[in-house]
């Protein structure tokens, strides 16, 4: 593809690991990568310069709100989003049919598209494939998203069979409306639930598409884990190996952990910023309620090895003071989540260059969960040759329990 | 033994226009100045090199507003885009306070500018004081032995004794005494029982606080509040005790005059003549500082007729808070490219204009903000409620604070300061219907009235859903 160019240059030889550089029209990203969330073409009172400085290579915007607000026009007339909020760096648009089916509850799915009453006039509108590449052509993000028939995760029957087909049918559609394909890419999105025969149809038929690069989507919505990694790892199976894999809604540390092991490369959620926003820190083991009285004596930092601006200056007593009373403090533990979320990825990529991502992850989960992991992690990491429950030289094992998630 | 805190009065050039603003026409006496305080660190234990670095503030300049240390909405990694910004932060000792007299952070093993994040080698001259002067009415209910602070878990007592053992901790470099303000705008209460009480109590407290800290090994600078105005007899009790206390010129570093120690519903004028009358009795080599003060009107006033030569700065965050972005100019105004603006003294980026104009906040501006980014994107962030709009006006506003008190000095210096004053004064401060004094940069009333700022979703509701629904049918 003229707008990306994808090269593995690190694969781990035990699991389905690589590391890569995407090189986008703005930006050359590095992966397996974090991509924070901007909804409003802003970041938590977060400046680009800081963005730049956290190392963050490609951030998110959603279609659906930069719609409503500034509108198409202006992006226009602003020349895209990018020179809108001067960011020089990589940028992803959702298709705006996420927000729209999860907003408005009166969203009616037919063949053309999603209708749905516009909260402002409550008149009727619809949002076609056609109309939200459109739109995404106008925000001028590097990577847009296809329009797709959203399903939750949850649901059972024809309904799943019905939008994985509409998916394809409306991805031909984006593919035909894209005005911009020398500078921006469309990426599809895997569908078909939890159904090992949908998926493998959906990502089949994708494939086919030759496109710059896959979104595994229809997750992250409430499944058991242990379904949610079987669907991301046969659907990374049958994913060309040559072209970018981005599961949607992915942010948990261990979750980024197992995905990247089943040969994930990119990654959003709105979760690092918006647990700031409550007053909570992310650490390797788990994360910190700054807002309790319970750090008040704690002159230590929120993490003695994080290099970010806030764990190099605060100690969690200072941050405990302010974070309750005003926006600065949001904006102090918004920056170390982020710097949190890229320490991390570039933990995984450093692991992957030099062949030791295997004891990378068994480091990872024995801070993170001690001897006791959640099965679906164990079973997760067993399929791609790392077994937890065999100890390794540094003497590691754990056992399973049954929880998906702990701390 | 040599202070660590010295100041030097620079007599400004003589302006060839009479000063006279009170009406003392007999003697004509220019009370502006310049002033140089310097501050030189104590010696850490722990600095690698011998020479401390001396900070130095050329006066009249203000005390960069903080909340915990922190200029509102700027991390420190932001804030550092700002240019020679005043070496000086003022810190709120209320914001510590919760449900006990020494707050928690005491036990930090460091000084309290560390704990706030300042490297021990590279702090600003920290003052701290016990009120955020963004608050100007209370209900905090003090009594002859402790004042009052009102925190989320209630009322907060602190005696002068516990404010001895808060500052041996936190070892600032300015310690402003404590006083009881009578945080009222109703001027009968300043007759009488009230306000005699509160020159008593302030007298008892101070009294206190100063037994108790002698033994303390290093000590902060002294700033002493004067009180007792509006009545000239307490007034003078309160300048005697000073004098009092102050009897070989070595224990008091300098004074306050706070806002709210002499509200009343009187015009800033009649206020400046009161702080006047109680510093001209005083050492004259002081530093004056000035609390709650903060509009540029009121500073340029504060500066003409009172010699005031440090105040806070409150305003800029006043201004950001409503989501406006500073305009004003001390100075020529005719070389403006936007003089309607100008004339405004800031302009709103919530109005529907700004929905498309992607110009900068003011045109040739050299700020963070206005360098890199639109009006329209800082409407976009206000009409969607995005913390960055407050971060980018901060950043604008504070340092168009700046740049009057640099245009301020500099017309100090050159003789200009009059004619820029009248000048200034003229554009920003109109005669009303009523006959009083009509003050353009208000928005220091406006953040009183409003508590919320545009960026939380109630301060969109205030503001921007009528506005928003404009910019829809121009959109
Ligand atoms: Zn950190
Ligand atoms: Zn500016």
């Not at chain 2, 409150?314 to 100008?342: C, H, L, M, N, W």
């Amino acid at each position: 593809s003229p707008a990306l160019k994808f090269k593995v240059y690190a694969k781990c030889s035990t699991t389905k690991a690589r590391a890569s550089t995407m090189v986008l029209p703005h930006y050359t990203a590095r992966t397996p990568m974090f991509m924070p969330v901007g909804t409003m073409g802003t970041m938590k009172g977060i400046t680009t310069k800081q963005l730049e400085e956290l190392d963050c290579h490609v951030i998110l915007g959603n279609t659906y709100h930069l719609g409503n607000r500034p509108g198409k026009d202006l992006l226009d007339k602003a020349g895209g989003l990018h020179k809108f909020m001067n960011w020089s760096r990589g940028m992803l648009t959702d298709s705006g049919g996420f927000q729209m089916v999860s907003l408005l509850k009166l969203a009616k799915i037919t063949e053309e598209g999603v209708e749905f009453r516009n909260p402002h006039d409550d008149s009727l509108m619809m949002l076609t494939p056609e109309m939200s590449i459109e739109l995404q052509n106008s925000i001028g993000a590097d990577i847009m998203m296809q329009l797709d028939d959203v399903v939750s995760s949850l649901t059972t029957g024809p309904r799943v069979e019905e939008a994985m087909h509409r998916s394809i049918r409306w991805l031909d559609r984006c593919i035909a409306a894209h005005k911009n394909p020398d500078r921006q890419n469309l990426f599809p999105i895997v569908q078909g639930g939890l159904d090992i025969k949908l998926r493998t149809c959906s990502a089949r038929a994708l494939s086919e598409r030759d496109s710059p690069g896959y979104a595994i989507g229809g997750l992250s919505g409430g499944e058991a884990k242990d379904q949610f990694w079987r669907m991301v790892s046969l659907s990374t199976d049958i994913l060309p190996e040559n072209k970018p894999r981005y599961c949607m809604g992915v942010g948990y540390a261990e979750d980024l952990v197992v995905c990247s092991a089943l040969g994930v490369d990119m990654y959003d959620c709105v979760f690092p910023t918006r647990t700031a926003r409550f007053g909570n820190a992310l650490t390797m083991s788990g994360s910190l309620s700054l807002k309790s009285g319970k750090y008040a004596k704690d002159f230590t930092p929120i993490s003695k090895d994080c290099d970010c601006p806030t764990c190099k200056t605060y100690t969690r007593a200072y941050l405990t003071t302010v974070v309750a009373k005003e926006n600065v403090g949001c904006h102090l533990i918004s920056v170390h989540n982020i710097a949190f979320q890229m320490q991390l990825m570039r933990s995984i990529r450093r692991a992957i260059l030099h062949d030791d991502f295997p004891n990378f992850v068994r480091r990872f989960m024995s801070i993170r969960f001690g001897n006791t992991v959640p099965l679906w992690i164990i079973n997760a990491l067993k399929s791609v040759n790392i077994d937890l429950t065999v100890a390794d030289e540094s003497g590691y094992l754990a056992t399973s329990i049954d929880s998906d998630f702990k701390k | 033994m040599t202070k660590a805190l010295t100041f030097t009065v620079q007599n400004p050039q003589p302006s060839n226009l009479s000063t006279g603003s009170n009406g003392d026409s007999q003697s004509p006496k220019q009370k502006c100045r310049l002033g140089q305080l310097e501050f030189t660190p104590p010696t850490t234990t722990t600095a690698t090199t011998t020479d401390t670095t001396k900070i130095s503030l050329e006066t009249p300049n203000f005390f960069q507003y903080t909340i915990q240390g922190l200029q509102p909405h700027l991390v420190p990694e932001v804030a550092s885009h700002l240019e020679s910004m005043p070496p000086a932060i003022r810190v709120n000792l209320e914001g510590f306070v919760k449900d006990r007299e020494i707050p928690v952070s005491t036990e930090y093993p460091g000084k309290l500018h560390q704990f706030l994040g300042y490297p021990e080698n590279n702090s600003p001259l920290l003052l701290l004081d016990i009120y955020d002067p963004v608050i100007l009415e209370r209900n905090i209910k003090p009594n002859s032995k402790s004042l009052g602070v009102d925190t989320e878990g209630g009322l907060q007592r602190i005696t002068g004794k516990g404010l001895a053992k808060i500052v041996e901790k936190y070892r600032p470099d300015i310690f402003v005494l404590p006083a009881d303000y009578v945080f009222s705008k109703i001027e009968e209460l300043y007759e009488g029982k009230r306000v005699k009480k509160s020159v008593e109590r302030t007298k008892n407290w101070i009294t206190e606080y100063m037994d108790t800290s002698l033994s303390q090994s290093q000590k902060p600078a002294l700033f002493v509040p004067l009180t007792g105005a509006p009545n000239e007899t307490l007034r003078e009790a309160s300048v005697n005790f000073v004098k009092e206390l102050d009897a070989d010129g070595n224990v008091i570093d300098g004074y306050v005059i706070s806002e709210y120690g002499i509200v009343g519903g009187y015009p800033l004028e009649k206020k400046l003549d009161m702080a006047w009358s109680s510093f001209s009795s005083l050492d004259q080599n002081k530093p004056r500082y000035m609390v709650g003060v903060s509009s540029p009107h009121d500073v340029v006033m504060s500066v003409d007729s009172a010699g005031i030569d440090l105040f806070d700065a409150t305003y800029p965050y006043a201004v950001t808070e409503q989501g406006f972005a500073s305009t004003y100019v001390f100075g020529d105004i005719s070389v403006e490219s936007r003089k309607d603006e100008t004339l405004k003294g800031h302009i709103s980026l919530w109005e529907t204009p700004m929905f498309g104009d992607f110009g900068p906040l003011v045109p040739g501006c050299t700020c963070f903000a206005c360098q890199r980014h639109t009006r329209s994107y800082v409407h976009h962030l206000l009409m969607t409620h995005e913390m960055l709009a407050t971060v980018l006006l901060q950043i604008h506003n504070i340092h168009w604070y700046n740049n009057l008190f640099k245009a301020v000095r500099s017309s100090l210096k050159d003789g200009s300061f009059n004619e820029k004053k009248c000048a200034f004064l003229k554009n920003y401060v109109k005669q009303g219907e009523d006959g009083n004094a009509k003050y353009l940069l208000n928005e220091l009333i406006l953040l009183q009235s409003q508590t919320i700022s545009p960026t939380t979703k109630a301060g969109y509701k205030k503001f921007g859903r009528r506005l928003s629904e404009d910019s829809a049918t121009t959109a």
